[in-house]
């Protein structure tokens, strides 16, 4: 694997750029490997990435049904924060915000992570005094957040609708460590990194079936032959419960929806930082793409689909949230729109868990927030493969703590996977 | 957009309808162990295919229905009344009166 420096690209430009390694490659599967990762997105790569640097585990396969990043890892709206406070959340978030703050050196890629501030309107003062709450959490945890009185968010984004909104901006939550990421970029960096430890990363290549002995799976069917497996991690969110049902492991706290996200044309610089609304049923979220374009996204489809296309009165209300609360994007065309299909769990949190199979191990339920979570999710799934125990960071994250009474519902919205958007 | 053909107001964009869920779950018995409640609240069998599930027709006749839609097509088989009562009172109407 060659290493990217300034000194790389000065030797490579004196040799017309024709020395540039692979950067991973496309290797047969083997017969068998001490640990099978399903799924090759930005969780699973993470995960056989952590495994092999962390843990010291070399043999690893990752397989992925299509090409690698291509699922949920390049339809969402590269958001990174960790503006939660629920117990387990919070530490989670925060670690994966400080792994996000090193990665692009970790990783010798530049990932492109930009820490433009999560800033979030703020329409009430019971928004204000739910906000103060939750930043203040977070300030007593060791992490950033502040309040932005008017006048304060009126200099930093000049051209929001301070003027005629039908709910008046009086202020914001803002965490400035927050921003944002280039997804391919994330997707690429943990392949290239893990493959450099040796992990063979298997595309093209679907599971279609789980072989079960004695309590554990021993091999795993796929499009391209029989492999075997002593441990075997699920990170397949979207998906989960076909898998799950695959293992003959019956029903899981989770249904399938689909999320989309825009992009406008691009345009000149307009907005330097991550901008959230909701307030009365509206959810919006937009930021400025480094090529100019407007990227943002809003609410769920409401029902339950695994189609990954969205439909058009989402379409609408974002459209509509985008006017309101920015009216100068009011002429912008709309460039394309793409729509994910997530694991949306019965309090809005994760699951990072052993399961009722010995060497099975599941990751998944990330709901909306998936992206922002991938290099905790990443280390926490590798330390619990490797160790067989739960960190206590994720002792909450498992599928039994609904039996336990503990839900970890950020939003407060209840067991119905379509309110924890 | 999806197309629902409400049985007592012919057919409507779904943006009409509010999404219920899964209609295969059933609630156990209010004295029932903590268990059975909760694999009704909690677990779901989050089919990729045609499933039954309930919709309400809340900017309409604000009926609840059951709808046998595809999860993956978003192809629907069939739609009807969610309660035995609404589906005898459409059943009693004579053909074509919706009112």
Redesign the interface.
């Known amino acids: 694997m060659t290493r990217y420096s300034a000194w790389a690209v000065f030797k490579n430009g004196l040799s017309g750029q024709k020395d540039w390694t692979r950067q991973w490659r496309d290797p047969e599967p083997k017969k068998s490997y001490d640990v099978i990762i399903v799924g090759a997105g930005l969780h699973g790569l993470a995960t056989a990435y952590y495994l092999a640097k962390n843990h010291g585990v070399r043999n690893i396969a990752v397989l992925e049904k299509g090409w690698l990043g291509g699922g949920n890892a390049g339809r969402n709206t590269t958001i990174v924060r960790s503006n939660y406070m629920m117990p387990g959340n919070r530490q989670f978030y925060e670690h994966s915000l400080q792994l996000w703050e090193n990665l692009s050196h970790d990783l010798n890629y530049n990932v492109m992570f930009s820490q433009r501030h999560h800033v979030s309107l703020l329409h009430s003062p019971a928004a204000r005094d739910a906000a103060a709450r939750r930043y203040n959490t977070m300030r007593l945890t060791g992490s950033d957040g502040e309040l932005w009185d008017l006048p304060t968010l009126k200099a930093e984004i000049p051209h929001l609708n301070y003027e005629n909104a039908r709910f008046p901006i009086i202020g914001a939550a803002v965490q400035k460590r927050a921003g944002n990421a280039r997804h391919d970029a994330v997707a690429w960096g943990y392949a290239r990194g893990a493959d450099g430890f040796g992990v063979d990363i298997i595309q093209n290549c679907e599971v279609t079936g789980v072989t079960r002995e004695n309590g554990k799976i021993s091999s795993l069917q796929t499009s391209r032959g029989v492999i075997g497996a002593n441990k075997v991690g699920f990170a397949v969110a979207g ?1 989960t ?2 898998l799950w ?1 695959m293992a003959g492991l ?7 929806h689909k999320l989309q996200a825009f992009v406008s044309e691009p345009l000149k610089p307009l907005l330097d930082h991550v901008v959230v609304f909701g307030v009365g049923g509206a959810h919006f979220y937009i930021s400025q793409s480094d090529k100019g374009g407007m990227v943002f996204g809003g609410d769920l489809d ?6 990954q296309r969205g ?3 989402i379409v609408q209300d974002v459209a509509e949230c985008a006017t309101s609360i920015m009216p100068c994007l009011g002429r912008v065309r709309l460039l394309r729109h793409w729509s994910g299909v997530m694991d949306m769990s ?1 309090d809005g949190s994760a699951f990072i868990c052993k399961t009722p199979l010995e060497n099975l191990y599941l990751n998944g339920g990330w709901n909306y927030g998936g992206f922002k979570a991938s290099p905790a999710s990443g280390w926490y799934f590798a330390d619990l493969i490797a160790n067989d125990r739960p960190d206590p960071v994720i002792s909450n994250l498992d599928l039994d703590r ?2 336990r009474g503990v839900c970890i519902d950020e939003r407060g919205a209840g ?4 309110l924890h958007g | ?2 197309r629902i053909n409400c049985p007592f107001c012919g057919e409507r ?3 009409e309808f509010g ?1 219920g ?2 209609a295969s779950i059933e609630y156990p018995p209010l004295d029932a162990p ?2 059975d409640w ?2 009704a ?6 089919i ?1 295919g045609m ?1 039954a ?1 309930t919709w309400h027709h809340v900017n309409g006749c604000r009926m609840w229905l059951v709808v046998e839609r595809d ?4 192809e629907i088989k069939s739609v009807r009344p969610a309660h035995a009562g609404n589906a005898a009172v459409l059943a009693n109407s004579a053909p074509g009166d919706k009112s």
């Open positions: 998906n419960s076909r049902q019956g029903r899981l706290p989770i249904e399938t409401w029902y339950k689909s695994y189609a439909n058009l009165p019965m609904f039996r067991p119905d996977p379509k | 957009m999806i964009d779904h943006s999404y869920g899964d903590m268990e909760h694999d609240i909690y677990l779901r069998e989050n990729r499933q599930e999860t993956m097509t978003h």
